[in-house]
């Protein structure tokens, strides 16, 4: 990654959101949990950042809010930047198992970033047993999406353990000045005009193509009623959804062979991503049916972040997502049927082609002025951290204000990583967990990331509200080995294709 036009100064209004939307007890980082086979010293770690951080330049930026709000913040140079400020070495008990290196690393997300530096931190982890290490990134949401968090992180690591260092920057990078208020507010103010001015020009562009007006306008309508419908209807009311999120976290992972997901996808047909949904879906179900609530026949639905990053946007930072949020049954299911239910969802959902009209929802939200965004976002974030604290003297009260279960069940964002072993400071990586927010009454959450032909799935959950993360973990695990027993034993889908034609062949020359 480099320094270019790719990277906007101005951050998005989605961007942006996550920064309005932020409260104490829902930070909005993205985080990543990795081990590594050895020790890694910590003069080792920062002298390897050091020599490689200015290929992630969003990293040498701090947000700079603009004077009352006019425009979204900027990202500009921060004159105080250095690693050592952003890079932090705990030393664990000896011989320290995953669990309890975990635990300390959950103690550590749980806290915001500062917004005064840099939105980041690196923490290292020694003394884990076998002599191994961990590294635990936080990256703010404001500034990366999925992809591209994972895109900073590899290219903050390299191919092979004597890999050379990059070459040093040319010329050495010297920070622009912070800009002061006068400035930050002439900015601010141009922003603002530049945007309405936009908006009008595509307004009169519309307005001239009374066919592309139509168009958008239909397209628009659909999607929100799209929305509307979808929101109105009832989901099962899972214990994870019944409270607000306190600042505590715990967390559970498990990695699969991601061979044996491309098998189960090449017997059954379907994508890697039913694969995942299929197994997240009925290990949910079966937690469910454990702690005996009923789903009235109401299903889960599950919110999926979508990439609409266009191909010339490849290497941009920031956010470019949407969402789809299929409907699956909350009580558990024999595994094809599971299976075959999930595909027949996701091939609905992109035939009425719903992650593109939610991105034309989203895109409305450009239209709304960002004083006013960031003051409703703050007197709603106030609210629900005040609504938070009094919930946590009563798990009773906790219920009552959380009222009805929330849109979705719970976010599973599914991230493609490299598929080649990767090394920081000479030492191989072994486990590439990702770690989702959670916020509001989204107690439960998961990251899929693939890594060297393994998927690796972090169950981030909110202890008072699913206290058993380890038992979820056991559900999905036992999930994924029937759904693959059961794709072993069944008839494979080019097979299915074949006997079909063959049967299409034997009646048409009956027929002649």
Known sequence: MAEGSKLARRLSTQDASFLYNETANGPLHIGVLQTFEGEIEPERLTEHFARRVHLLPRFRQR?????????????????????????WHHVLPRRCTDAEMTEAAMR????????????????????????????????????????SALQVISAAMDLRPDAHAPAPEEPPWSPQKLPDTSRSLLDAAAALVRSRLDEMGEAGRLLGSPADLAERSAAMAAAAAQMLQMMSRPIVAAPWNAGLVSHSRSLAYLGVSFGDLRAIRGSLGGTV????????????????????????GFPLRIGCPVSVRRESESGAMGNRVSMMFPELMATPMDPIERYRSVVLETERIKAAREPQGMDLLVATADAVAPSLQG????????????????????GGIARIIAGAPTGINFVATNVPGPQVPLYFAGRRMRDFVGLVPLAGTLGYGVAIVSYNQRLFFGLMAEPRMMPDVEFMKSCIADSFEELKAAALNAVPVEERLARAAEQVMKRDSAMT
């Open 63 to 87: 947000v700079v809010f603009a004077p009352f709000n006019l425009a979204h913040a900027t990202l500009e140079d921060d004159p105080d930047f250095a690693p050592s400020n952003h890079i």
């Open 273 to 296: 991503n039913d694969v995942v949904l299929t197994i997240l879906s009925e290990g949910a179900a079966r937690y469910l049916k454990h702690h005996k609530v009923a789903s009235h």
């Open 375 to 394: 003051l409703s976002s703050r007197m709603a974030a106030t609210a629900l951290d005040a609504a938070t604290r009094l919930s946590e003297l009563s």
């Open 108 to 147: 550590l997300n749980e806290t915001m970033l500062e917004r005064n530096r840099p939105l980041w931190e690196l923490h290292l982890f020694g003394g884990l047993e076998g002599g191994r290490s961990a590294l635990l990134w936080k990256i703010h949401h404001s500034i990366v999406d999925g992809v």
